[in-house]
């Protein structure tokens, strides 16, 4: 059996699996701390249940996104760029918002060194720099130090080389590759980085609270935390790169519908307390952004699932006979708020309640909203979330539209957008299933230059850095399927020359042998 957790920012969600099937789900309020909140849902989860019998704990989480977003937790970074002599019109976090760039910055150098798109190195790496930069970063202490090299995840060999030395000079110090973390790039990598290295304190300190919370409840099961791509990282890799768990949630969920419908392609809508998060199944996967990421105003490359959020949710405010609502929300205090709880705010909950499509238990039924409001309230969701949906259909497909989340049964109709609408059983904790079933993946990217090797080449030698990627994270080398090639063409180069990535995913190969 598996147990998956996802922690949203009001309810904290966990269900039993037993291969496909739900055993067991439970809503808990999501705590400040978060990590009592998890307890309190394993708590209840667990009732008649030997948590010898659980095989694997996976948990989707948003306390690093709320880390870099309320500037909390996060550790000093020295950036090091190796751009020299190009690459000196913006330093490093020049685009940042003041308070992020106070919460990180340890200094910012650049030296020489780096590579062309071609692989022609920019510079050679100057002795005399290299001694004056580490000399600095000794004096200072940064909790950790970013190297990024122009090019660098095509031309690896000076990241590492100065990743290596750094470490062994300034021992204490995290030094991380920027070549690790993003693609090509080099503002959004170096963001990125930065981003990711003022976690890693942090995530040692949830790493440790996530193994604690588990073995306080008899779990000796492996614990996996689910990233952005809808896939699987152990703790050490969490510890690695925290970052990469961003959008957990949203991908939970997406996963989620899928794993609830059998539906390979659709248009999944979350609905939580406070926002609606609305996304795409792409052959059973989240729909891969390609745009340029906001994380907490940095500019970063991240892969990202293509997700568009509206404030509407279970705890929404409703403005005067419901003209309007969101994106203001009662969130986790909807029990001591909400009119069908005795409190004086009228919410989107009420309204379901007063329309009879929600009943919970100890709320009050006695229709706490008028119905004119109602009806008003009703047809400004269903136009605002037919506008999303028509935002999100490729290229304009009737794909059908999954309702998933504790606030689906907010939305009325059954239809959206000419979609047709899927309500299915356990939609309420679709995002703890989506986190439950996750694979393991891996991914590569390169650049193709006309008259050098074939597409198929190089779509070839990807798939093996990929698949390779996918097993030291944990798959099993017999299971890996490839579930995304994009190709892009990149404009302004002197040679035709285009950017491929390849994604693979496999099963997790801790979990081979027993229910899954």
Known sequence: ??????????????????????????????????????????????????????????????????????????????????????GRGLMPRADWP??????????????????????????ELRERELSELTQAL?????????????FSPTQPEQEDQLTARLAESLPGVRVCASHDMG????????????????????????????????????????????????????LERVRQFPALTFASGPTNSIRGAWALTGLADAIVIDVGGTTSDIGVLKNGFPRQSNLVIDV???????????????????????????RSFGPQSVARNLRQKALCFGGSEMTLTDVAISQGRLAIHDASQSKPVEAEVCHAVDSLIVKKLAAAVDLMKPGGALLPVILVGGGALLIPGDTLAGCPIVRPDNADVANAIGASIAQVSGEAE???????????????????????????????????????????????????????????????????????
Request: net charge negative; hydrophobic share 40%; aromatic share 4%.
């Open 1 to 86: 059996m598996r147990i998956g957790l996802d922690v949203g920012g009001t309810h904290t969600d966990a269900v039993l699996m037993d291969g496909s099937q739900v055993i067991a789900g439970v809503k808990a309020t999501t705590t400040e701390d978060v990590t009592s909140g998890i307890e309190a849902a394993l708590s209840s989860l667990l009732q008649g249940y030997s948590p010898s019998k659980v095989d694997l704990l996976t948990i989707g989480t948003t306390q690093f996104t709320n880390a870099v977003v309320e500037r909390k937790q996060l550790s000093k970074v020295a950036a090091v760029r190796v751009c020299l002599p190009a």
């Open 98 to 123: 003041q308070d992020l760039t106070e919460a990180t910055d340890g200094g910012s150098y650049l030296i020489h060194g780096g590579h062309l798109y071609n692989g022609r190195p920019l510079s």
């Open 138 to 150: 000794s004096d200072t202490q940064p909790a950790a130090v970013v190297i990024s090299c122009a």
């Open 183 to 234: 693609g090509l790039g080099l503002i959004e990598r170096e963001n990125a980085s930065i981003l990711n290295a003022s976690l890693l304190d942090f995530a040692d300190r949830v790493a440790n609270a996530l193994v604690e919370s588990s073995k306080a409840f008899g779990l000796q099961c492996p614990v996996y935390v689910s990233q952005n791509d809808g896939t699987l990282i152990d």
């Open 296 to 322: 907490g105003g940095a500019r970063t490359n991240f892969r990202m699932p293509d997700v568009i959020a509206i404030g509407l949710g279970g705890g929404s405010l409703i403005g005067p006979d419901g």
């Open 446 to 516: 390169g650049l193709r230059v006309a008259g050098a090797d074939s597409r198929e080449i190089v779509i070839k030698k990807l798939t093996g850095i990929a698949s390779e990627r996918a097993v030291t994270a944990g798959a099993s080398s017999a299971t890996i399927k490839i579930v995304n090639v994009e190709e892009v063409d990149i404009p302004y180069m002197a040679t035709e020359t285009s950017l491929i990535r390849v994604s693979v995913v496999g099963d997790l190969a801790r979990s081979e042998g027993a229910s899954s």
